[in-house]
């Protein structure tokens, strides 16, 4: 899958439990659409060239994964989330 890509934003409600996650640096089980199933630390959201990313803590490794590449995310606090687009 290519990253350039046209990026379908995803629904508000999804994208505040991803920054609310980040606020508390929450380590979330994040499932791509690609069938990766990740287990890191929600560090910051940003927006290059109107694609948003979810920067993330990869075992050490500042990595950023664009949010309509995400299937699900999950943590004790907020349950599991099933990303939808707006």
Known sequence: ???ND???PINCDDYDNLELACQHHLVLTLELK???I???GARDLLTRKNIEYLIIDDA???REVRLD???SFSHPQ???V???ES
Do not use: D, H
Request: charged fraction near 15%; hydrophobic fraction near 40%; proline fraction near 0%.
């Open 1 to 3: 899958m290519s990253m």
């Open 6 to 8: 046209a990026y379908q």
């Open 34 to 36: 690609t069938g990766e």
């Open 38 to 40: 990740l287990k890191a």
């Open 60 to 62: 050490g490794t500042e």
């Open 69 to 71: 590449k995400i299937t």
């Open 78 to 80: 907020i349950g599991t």
């Open 82 to 84: 099933v990303v939808s």
